[in-house]
DNA sequence: ATCCTACATTGGACAATGTCTAAGTCAAGA
DNA sequence: TCTTGACTTAGACATTGTCCAATGTAGGAT
């Protein structure tokens, strides 16, 4: 993660403790963190840290391409680390966990040209759902 | 879309001019709308139906299997009444709207079974995004 | 035809998530 | 070390959606 402070860096990004913060976070667990889960964490570490600034600095590491953001339904969008490698989501129906997940071939040869209606199609987002193990398990 | 009322009455839905609208509305265009949208078009049929009863009724249509809820990234939910057909999205990353289409093949089948932890995997959805023609236009 | 009552609707408060702004603060180059 | 423009902050505001108590009504029962 530090490879990722020195490249924001190179890119002209003044380096805050809460911009370092908010990417230890992320950084952490391989888990998906919604918003305020992320500013929950981060005010472990640095109280003050307010909630515009977490949600200015995620909206700058996405512009960068440094992390996705992932919306599922109606619930608060969660960010994703890994945005350097080619993957899909499982979410889980009950609880909004999400997993990564890598499919066979490339989902964009799935749309013919006709199906294109004049869009300039640039990406593709696959997204499976289900009940997850924790969530199936005895009631 | 009297089938689609009739279908209804028969689960022992009551036929109320408020949802007899919404149905109206949803049945209209070929366009998705988000939940604001088919209330303000309500309110043209029947200007004292209210926010809350539009959403119950989308929500109930939703849970009947007659209407898609469509999320798209932070924006408001829209509804699809071409739930019947199978079919996923290509949205326009600028403006919101969604259009149907089809693709090849099933999307379930590219998930191979090591990759899927346990969950029980029900659904798919498949969501292409690029610039739609009338935004891609001169600016 | 009318009456009942369970189900539906209403309006408005509330909740969750996210955005914006004006004023103060600070990282880092000169 | 100074300066300055970028960053942070608190809190108001916006959007979308949910909930509730009071009121209304569709459709079966009489």
Redesign the interface.
Known sequence: MSDLLERLRGRGWRLTAQRRVVAEVLDGDHVHYTADEVHARASDRLPEISRATVYNTLGELVSLGEVL?V????RA?RYDPNAHHDH?H?V??RCGTI?D?????D??S???EP???????????????????TC?GPS
């Open positions: 953001e919306s599922t339904d109606g969008k899909q499982l889980c129906s997993r997940v890598h499919v066979q071939g989902p964009l799935a749309l013919p199906e294109r209606y004049g869009f300039q199609v640039s990406e593709v987002t696959v997204t499976y759902r289900g009940i997850c193990p199936s």
